[in-house]
């Protein structure tokens, strides 16, 4: 008969059984919200969600959740129901998002590469910093045509073309008393003409064949800008507002609760601990438009909500209400199972 | 009749009557060939019990002669034959050493039958596949399958569940 | 994890009396920078320090440790 063991690691911890199955569930406290679904799904009670405010804005050392590894049985519907995989379990090394016969949460958030123009708007937002764009920037000497010379002959080597000069494509060498090289970096000029109209001696020849002619030898391809968007699986709780942000509408997110969310501002006194806590930055304290305003308490975006209900747990008052009325997961045959699911419907 | 102590603990296992103290190894003996007359009896060869049991085939057939075993070995594998299912596989387990065997002597010994009915309330967390001594139990969709046939009525998987969704009860 | 105070560093602001939110809303005056009226609060201060009354009322949002400019008072 197995009994289970518990390996602690700072705030992380592992609980195993290893009898004729080997069955390991980890628990990463990083990723971790607060939501406490996990001590609500628990078919055994075997896990106690901790005092989250003050482990998060006081910087405790408490992990935010607690499991009896004796109480435990590695069943994994704490690992099926966290919404943002703090929680894993893992049955002879395999985890059990990859075992058919478990059901999962569906969600998932997705950057389209064909419509991304890597601006980047939703790697600034993103409030857990889940989102990585790297972009590779065109070769500017492609997208400009034109043609540029300087007359060494009347060339005064007065030098004011290369200060003048916005793209520092100019350059003047000191070659010995009195005697300089001027020179022009084609790669670097954008044929702007501010050197030929500043030179005092007229000593410049240019013209930009862009302005001139129409734009026909640029080829289109050289400015295509090519990058990747990443969204980092371990950071993402899906809130969605790199979907609200996007220009291009190239982000899907799909979340796995569907829900509401109330403030009852009667209740609240603003200590702010709802809005420390909510993985997605969907509460805040209003701005007040003009000085002496004093507007609601707390205002929120509910779009950005994933109805995790930490905030309800962490306010002292009561005063938020969450409710889960869908939720979103891969068919399983388990009857108890499923009941367990929608048990987190509130 | 003559009076039986059992001791068990983690490291000794032995049996002790008026006759002085049996060795686990005696136990093992009094079992097998208990289990091996019944099998006989229900038409296997020598060459497959002694495979089933784990034992070669010439200590085979001195027990079957009646040769080396005395006559107490049996008399105290018969008296574990009659206790309560879970104390006879507890005890068949531990001086058996050996799973194949062990699986033998109980489903050939036992004589009960039962019925098994696991509940949709099981979870799937597979204690009870841990718990189960003889193999009787896997989990399929994530519910717990177990096999009449095999089952010995122990109930230990019954008194581990953490749902309660297994029922066994005696046919 | 409960609440703790260090009367030696408490300077007696009652800015965490005045945060707590569990303090406001069993007792509004306390909003306004006034004195709570009785001791049904979780704390107050009282002969110039800081002194917990019924902490077991404390919700553990950590409000007061955020606000307490001294390290006078905590959850650990």
């Known amino acids: 008969m197995a009994t289970n063991t518990k390996e602690t690691k700072v705030k992380d911890f592992n609980i195993e059984r290893s009898a004729g199955e080997q069955r390991k569930l980890s628990y990463k406290d990083e990723t971790c919200i607060g939501c406490g679904i996990c001590e609500q799904i628990c078919p055994v009670e075997a896990i106690e969600l901790g ?58 958030a997705e950057i389209s590469d064909e419509d991304c123009v890597y601006c980047r708007a939703c790697e600034r937002i993103c409030p857990q910093d889940a989102v990585t764009v790297a972009r590779v920037l065109p070769d500017r000497s492609k997208l400009v045509t034109g043609e540029i010379d300087i007359d060494k002959e009347k060339c005064i080597d007065c ?44 000593a410049i020849t240019a013209a930009c064949r862009g302005c001139s ?20 699986e371990e950071e993402c709780v899906r809130c969605g507002w790199c979907e609200e942000v996007c220009p291009k509408d190239a982000v899907t997110v799909v979340k796995p609760f569907k829900g509401e969310l109330e403030v009852d501002l009667e209740k609240c006194e603003t200590c702010g601990a709802c809005i420390d806590i909510c993985p997605c930055e969907v509460l805040s304290f209003p701005k007040p438009s003009k000085p002496g305003e004093i507007g609601e308490k707390v205002e929120k975006n509910e779009e950005m909500c994933i109805y995790c209900g930490a905030c309800e ?27 367990r699911l929608e048990s987190l419907k509130t | 009749m003559f009076f039986v102590e059992i001791y068990i603990n983690i490291e000794t296992i032995c049996v002790i009557n008026t006759q002085g103290v049996h060795m686990p190894k005696h136990i093992a003996s009094g079992l097998k060939y208990l289990a091996a007359v019944e099998l006989t009896r229900d038409g296997y060869s020598q060459k497959k019990i002694s495979k089933m049991l784990n034992i070669d085939r010439s200590t085979l057939s001195h027990y079957l002669h009646g040769r080396n075993l005395s006559l107490s070995s ?42 098994v009915n696991v509940l949709d309330t099981c979870i799937g967390c597979g204690v009870c596949v841990e718990t189960c ?4 139990i896997v989990l399929d969709n994530l519910k717990a399958q177990i096999d009449p046939e095999l089952c010995c009525g122990c109930l230990m998987c019954e008194d581990k569940c953490p749902t309660n969704s297994i029922k066994i009860w005696e046919e | 994890m409960e609440l703790k105070v260090n009367q030696d560093n408490c300077l007696g602001c009652g800015n965490c009396v005045v945060a707590c939110p569990v303090n406001v809303s069993l007792r509004p005056e306390v909003s306004g920078g006034h ?4 001791e049904e609060v979780i704390m107050m201060v009282e002969n110039g320090v800081i002194k ?3 902490e077991d009322k404390c919700q553990k949002c950590g409000t007061c440790q955020l606000f307490c400019p001294t390290d006078a008072i905590w959850l650990e």
């Open chain 3, 35 to 38: 004195g709570p009226k009785s």
């Open chain 1, 213 to 232: 002619y129409g734009e026909y030898e640029i080829n289109p391809e050289d400015s295509e800008i090519q990058g990747k968007a990443v969204i980092d």
């Open chain 2, 133 to 136: 001594l003889i193999d009787a």
């Open chain 1, 51 to 108: 005092p989250i405010g003050a482990i998060v804005r006081t910087g405790s050392d408490e992990a935010k959740i607690c499991i009896d590894e004796e109480k435990c049985v590695l069943c994994g519907m704490c690992s099926v129901g966290c919404p943002v995989n703090a929680l894993d379990l893992e049955i002879e090394g395999k985890p059990i998002r990859e075992i058919e016969t478990y059901p999962r949460l569906i969600s998932s």
């Open chain 3, 52 to 54: 917990l009354f019924s």
């Open chain 1, 313 to 339: 747990k962490v306010c002292p008052n009561e005063a938020i209400t969450v409710k889960r009325t869908g939720i979103n997961y891969t068919p399983t045959k388990s009857k108890s199972w499923q009941k």
């Open chain 2, 74 to 115: 049996i008399e105290i594998a018969e008296l574990i034959k009659e206790f309560t299912p879970k104390d006879f596989l507890v005890l068949t387990d531990a001086v058996i050493e050996d799973k194949e065997a062990t699986k033998t002597i109980v489903k050939t010994c036992l004589i009960k039958k039962f019925k």
């Open chain 1, 159 to 202: 030098g004011i073309c290369e200060e003048m000069c916005p793209a520092d494509a100019i350059t003047i060498e000191e070659l010995g008393p009195n005697e300089f090289d001027i020179s022009v970096d084609e790669d670097k000029c954008v044929y702007c003409l501010v050197c030929k109209r500043a030179c005092p001696e007229d």
